[in-house]
C-alpha cells in the first residue's frame, strides 16, 4: 500500500505514539481526507489514539465499522504516520542537508538573507502589555533570573505568557479571532503554531539543546508542512505563492523568519533580546525599564507579523511583490 500523498511533518512523527484520541483527530482533519464527523465518531467510540493507530491496517478499520473509503484513506494515513516514525535528523534529512538546499551555510548567519519587520505600535498603557510584564514578573519573582542553564520549562512559561499577549494584542488590532497550538518537536521540545483563517506563525522552542542551524532546519521542515495545509485548504491550482513567518527563541533571545518556498529571510544576523534579571522586581530599577523595553519591542514584532499575515489577502502577484519588498528593504 502507498503512503499517503500528504507528506506528514517529521515534529509529528516521534510523537505520533503519545497522541490521544483528540489529537489524532485534528491531525486527520487536517490532512483533507474528505472525511465526515460520522468517521471521526467511530474512531472516539472506539477510543483509537495513536499509538493504536498507526498499527492499523485496512481490514482493522473495516472491523470497526467504517465504509470502504475512509477504511482505505485511514490505512493510508496509517501508513503514511508510520513511515515517518523513525524520521529524525541522522538520517538522509540531516538538518546540514535541509540548509544547504535553501542556501544556509550551517556555521554562517550571514548567508542567511535579511527583511525589514512590520511592527505594531504597544502602548505602555495597553492592558494586554501590562497583564503580560506582571505575570513575568510574578513568575520571576519565584524563578529568580533567566540563566544559560535555566530549564526548558521555565524558558517556556516565559515564551507561552509573550505569545498569549500577543495574540491578545493583535486580536483587538484586527477584530479577528487566533489560536495557538502546542506541538512537541521531534526531540521533545515544545513547538507552537499560529493560526487564524489558516496557519500564519510557527515558534520553535529549545535552541539552547539544538543550536541556532539545526532550529532553523527544524523550522524549515514545519514551514514546509504548514505552506501544503495552507495550499490544500486553499484548494488553488497553479501558482499559489504565499508566506509565512517564523520564531525561533530561548526566551532570551529571539529570532524572526521569513518563508516562501525555496526561500528563508530572517530579521537580523544576531538576536533580539530580553534580560530576565530578578532585578526588575524592583519597579524603580532600571532593569525593570529594560525589562519593559525589550518584552514590548518582541511583543511589536510578533503582532506585526500575526497582523500582516493574518490581513494578506491578495492575490499571490501581489503578495509576491510585498515579499520582494519586505527582502529589498534589507
Given amino acids: ?14 510523537v505520533v505514539e503519545n497522541w490521544d484520541t483528540d489529537t489524532l483527530i485534528l491531525h486527520l482533519k487536517e490532512q483533507n481526507l474528505k472525511l ?4 471521526f465518531a467511530i474512531l472516539r467510540e472506539e477510543k483509537i489514539v495513536g499509538q493504536d493507530f498507526i498499527d492499523m491496517t485496512e481490514d482493522d478499520f473495516r472491523s470497526i465499522g467504517l465504509s470502504f473509503g475512509p477504511a482505505a484513506r485511514f490505512a493510508k494515513e496509517a501508513e503514511n504516520l508510520k513511515e515517518n516514525q523513525d524520521r529524525s535528523f541522522s538520517s538522509d534529512s540531516s538538518f546540514e542537508k535541509i540548509l544547504a538546499k535553501y542556501d544556509i551555510d550551517s556555521n554562517d548567519m550571514d548567508t ?10 504597544i502602548q505602555d498603557s495597553d492592558k494586554h502589555f501590562e497583564y503580560c510584564i506582571d505575570n513575568i514578573l510574578f513568575k520571576m519573582k519565584h524563578y529568580g533570573s533567566l540563566v544559560l542553564n535555566s530549564p ?5 512559561e516565559y515564551v507561552s505568557t509573550i505569545l498569549h499577549t500577543a495574540l491578545h494584542i493583535a486580536g483587538d488590532a484586527t477584530n479577528k479571532g487566533f489560536s495557538m497550538r502546542l506541538k512537541c518537536g521531534i526531540n521533545g521540545e515544545e513547538n507552537y503554531v499560529i493560526k487564524g483563517d489558516e496557519n ?9 539543546r539544538f543550536g541556532i542551524f ?7 521542515r514545519q514551514f514546509e508542512s504548514l505552506y501544503e495545509m495552507n495550499k490544500r485548504k486553499r484548494k488553488r491550482d497553479g501558482d499559489d505563492y504565499d508566506y509565512l513567518y517564523g520564531i525561533i527563541t530561548t526566551a532570551s533571545d529571539w529570532y524572526f523568519l521569513l518563508y516562501t518556498p525555496g ?18 522586581l524592583d519597579k524603580n530599577s532600571k532593569e525593570y525599564q529594560m525589562l519593559c523595553g525589550s518584552v514590548k519591542e518582541i511583543l511589536s514584532i510578533i503582532v506585526g507579523l500575526i497582523k500582516d499575515r493574518a490581513c494578506s489577502n491578495e492575490e499571490p502577484e501581489k503578495k509576491r511583490a510585498k515579499i520582494e519588498l519586505y527582502r529589498s528593504k534589507k
Fill in 112 to 121: 542567511i538573507p535579511l527583511f525589514s519587520l512590520q511592527t505594531h505600535e
Fill in 1 to 14: 500500500m502507498s503512503s499517503a500523498s500528504t507528506p506528514v511533518p517529521a515534529d509529528h512523527a516521534d
Fill in 152 to 156: 526548558e520549562s521555565m524558558r517556556n
Fill in 36 to 39: 465526515d464527523e460520522d468517521d
Fill in 214 to 220: 539545526e532550529s532553523i532546519a527544524q523550522s524549515i
Fill in 200 to 208: 500564519l506563525l510557527c515558534v520553535a522552542g529549545d535552541m539552547i
Fill in 263 to 280: 526561500v528563508i529571510s530572517q530579521a537580523s544576523e544576531i538576536p533580539f533580546s530580553i534580560e530576565f534579571n530578578k532585578k526588575a
